[in-house]
Nanobody, 128 residues
Framework: QVQLVESGGGKVQAGGSLRLSCAASGRTFSSYRMGWFRQYPGKEREFVTGITRSTGSTYYAESVKGRFTISRDNAKNTVYLQMNSLKPEDTAVYYC?????????????????????WGQGTQVTVSS
């Protein structure tokens, strides 16, 4: 089992940047594939980005491609989400997610139900 704690959310003006962190407990962080999702009020969680266990291959939603970057530091049990060129429509609660089960390709990584563990979320607010 793994526990996830997000940090780094806050308020920023459009065009600005934020870096979210997700710290994981446990000794086997490198065994987990990781993802970031976001949720708007009254909406389902939507996929933002995901990263594989060891190769570090990544997947991105079209809406964030070229602006957001996911990375992981297995030595620090942490996954990051660097968000640049932020837009007001990026305003949401951002969640970190982890899973051990096999998953391949964007179609799998982008499904919220393919992740087992979730953080508590961190609010990102982008003003125009």
């Amino acid at each position: 089992q793994v526990q996830l704690v997000e940090s780094g959310g806050g308020k920023v003006q459009a065009g600005g940047s934020l870096r979210l962190s997700c710290a994981a407990s446990g000794r086997t962080f490198s065994s987990y594939r990781m993802g970031w999702f976001r949720q708007y009020p009254g909406k389902e969680r939507e996929f933002v980005t995901g990263i594989t266990r060891s190769t570090g291959s990544t997947y991105y939603a079209e809406s964030v491609k070229g602006r957001f970057t996911i990375s992981r530091d297995n030595a620090k049990n942490t996954v990051y989400l660097q968000m640049n060129s932020l837009k007001p429509e990026d305003t949401a609660v951002y969640y970190c997610a982890a899973a051990l089960n096999y998953c391949s390709g964007y179609g799998c990584y982008s499904r919220a139900d393919m992740y087992t563990y979730w953080g508590q979320g961190t609010q990102v607010t982008v003003s125009s």
